[in-house]
């Protein structure tokens, strides 16, 4: 059976050739501007001491099975560190452009998800299944993902990477939503 999302990805590619590229959104206008080529597929990844193994495992899963350059934001070893530094470095790479998206690990995600939605520009979703990675950008334009290294597996957790780096953003009624999550960041009530 064909996954609903390949479905509206090949629909998406089917109009674009007939009709041309959508303009870009008011959303896009808004949002930090992202290089065109090597930065539109590039991830910036971190961890602390907890994520580290879980992190490798996803860099060369990022690089290799899909292509994407990853920028390593540390840790680089298993030594105790603090989460908030190394999300907070994810973050800034995707809120200034030059990384596309971010995903951050530690020992349950939480905490860096917190620290990295800190940083204006940055929708970060913790996920923990198909539905939450996917939901994450179909619906809420997430650029950043939060993982648990205690929470999901090696395997599961590299299917949640391909996932949130290859499933568009569904626009339509999300768009407005999103806009409003924007809008609460720069202090609207």
């Known amino acids: 059976m064909v996954e609903e999302s390949e479905v509206r990805r090949a629909v998406r590619a089917a109009v674009d050739r007939a009709l041309g590229p959508e303009a870009p959104s008011p959303a896009a206008a808004a949002a930090p501007a992202i290089a065109s080529g090597a930065a539109s597929r590039r991830v910036a990844i971190g961890s602390d001491h907890g994520g580290y193994a879980l992190k490798e495992v996803l860099k060369r899963a990022i690089a290799e099975d899909l292509g994407w350059a990853v920028h390593d934001c540390g840790t680089h070893s298993t030594e105790a560190v603090d989460y ?9 790479e995707v809120a200034s452009g030059r990384c596309a998206r971010g995903i951050v690990v530690d020992a349950a995600g939480i905490g860096s998800s917190m620290a990295a ?31 648990g290294a205690r929470v999901v597996q090696r395997g599961l957790a590299t299917r949640l990477a391909r996932l949130f780096l290859s499933t568009p953003f569904g626009g339509g009624r999300h768009e407005r939503r999103v806009q409003k999550i924007m809008a609460l960041e720069r202090g609207a009530p």
């Open 84 to 92: 908030p530094d190394y999300a907070a470095a994810v973050a800034r």
């Open 117 to 147: 939605n800190k940083i204006p520009g940055v929708r970060c979703a913790l996920c923990h299944d198909d539905a939450t990675a996917v939901n994450a950008r179909e619906h809420n334009d997430a650029n950043v993902m939060a993982l």
